[in-house]
C-alpha cells in the first residue's frame, strides 16, 4: 500500500498552498481566532467578514469552490483526493472558504435531487452567489430528530410549513434554510419526514439572536408561521427526508479541519520550544513532552481516517461509519488540544487576543470555549459512539 500523493496530486497541493498565500488577506492565519472543529469564533465568520468573502468569492472563480463536483454543475470536476488536499491546505491556513452548501446541501443534491433541482441550485452554490443554514435542531428534538415537529402542509403547488428550529447557526447571515420537516404526521416518525429548501425572505420567518459561549451571535432561533415555499423546492422525493437527511449527516461528519489541528500543534511545539517555567526550557520538561507527543500520535492516526474517506469517495463507496469515526476522533482531538495547550500554558492561556500577553494570539482562550461546539453539532459524541456500536459492531440501538 502507497500512501503518498501522486507527482500530479503533489503539483496540485503546492498550486493551492501558492493560491491561499498569494489571497489570503496577510496575516490572517495568525490573527485568526478559528479553533480546529469550533465553529462559534464570529468575528472570523466569512458571512460577516468582508475580507473572507472575497477569498471566498475567488476560490469561486477559480472553480475550487465546489471542487470536487462536476464542471457543468459549476464544478472544479476534480477527484475526493484533491478535494482533501485542497481542504486539507485551507484548514492549516484557517483560511475560509467551504460552507453548509458546497459541504452538504450540494452533495447531497448532487446525489438526490433531480435534474431540476441540480441545475437551479448547484451553480448558484458553487460560483458563491447563495448561503444555506441548516434548519434540523428543534426545542425538543437533537440527538433524536426523527421527531421534529415542524410541519409541511400541502396546498396546491405549495407548502405551507409551521414550526421552530434552534441552534441555527448562521441563519441570520445566509440566504436559504436547508430544512427538515414533517409532512406525514400518519406515519413511522421518520418515514414521514422531507427535506426542502426555504427563502429566508419568506413571510412568516422570523430570525432570533442566541449569543454562544464566547459571547457571539452565531446561532439563532427561527420561528415559521404559515411559511409558503412551492413544492418543487422539495429536495429529490416527498417523504424520503430521513434517508437523505442520513446521507447530508454524514457529509457534515466528513468536515473535518485536519490542517487545522497539525497547524495548532506546530504552534504549542514552537511555543514550548521558546518558553522557560520554573527556569527550564517547557520543551523539556516530561509532562509537556509526553503530552504533546501523544496528540502527535492521535493527529497522525485522524490523518489516515481522512484520508480514507476521501480515497472511498473516489470509489463511489459511501463512508458511514467512518464518517462517524472521523467526526468524534477528530472532535475529541480539538478539546484534548484546547485542555493540552492551556495546561502548558498556564494562566497565559486564559489570556484574550486584545492582550499583548497573550500566547498564540489569545486562540487559545476561545479555543478552550469553542471546542466544545465541535462535540456537539452534527450528532454529538455519544451519539456517534452509538452509530460505531450499531452499524460498525453490530449492537443494538440504545
Ligand atoms: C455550536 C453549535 C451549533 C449548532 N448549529 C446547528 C445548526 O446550524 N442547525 C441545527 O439544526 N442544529 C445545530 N446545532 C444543534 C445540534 O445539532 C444539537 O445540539 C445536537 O444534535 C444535540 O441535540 P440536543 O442539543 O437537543 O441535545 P440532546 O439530544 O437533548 O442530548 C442531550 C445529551 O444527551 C445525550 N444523548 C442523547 N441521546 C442519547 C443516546 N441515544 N445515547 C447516549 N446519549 C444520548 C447527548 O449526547 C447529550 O449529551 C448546533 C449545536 C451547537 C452546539
Known sequence: MDFRLSEQEEAFRKEVDDFIQKELPAGWTEESLYWPG???AIPD???INPAADRFRKRLAEKGWLAIAWPEEYGGGGRSHIEQAIFYERLSYYRAPGPDVG???AGPTILRFGSDETKREWLPRIAKAEIRFWLAYSEPNSGSDLASIRSTAIEDGDDLIINGQKTWS???HVSDYAWMV???DPAVAPHKGISLVIVDNKSEGITIKPLINILGFHSFNEVFFDDVRVPKSNIVGEMNQGWYYLMAALDYERLVVSIGGLRRTLEELLEYV???DGNGQPLS???MVRDRLAELAVEIEVA????WQTAWMLDRGLIPNIEASVLKLVTTELSRKLANTAMDVMGPYAQLERDSKLAPITGRVCTGYLDCISALVGAGTSEIQRNIIAMRGLGLPWS
Open 303 to 306: 490523518d489516515v481516517f481522512f
Open 169 to 171: 447557526s448562521g441563519a
Open 45 to 47: 465568520f466569512e458571512e
Open 273 to 275: 520550544r521558546g518558553t
Open 38 to 40: 469550533g465553529y462559534g
Open 102 to 104: 458546497t459541504l452538504i
Open 284 to 286: 523539556g520538561d516530561p
Open 181 to 183: 420537516v414533517r409532512t
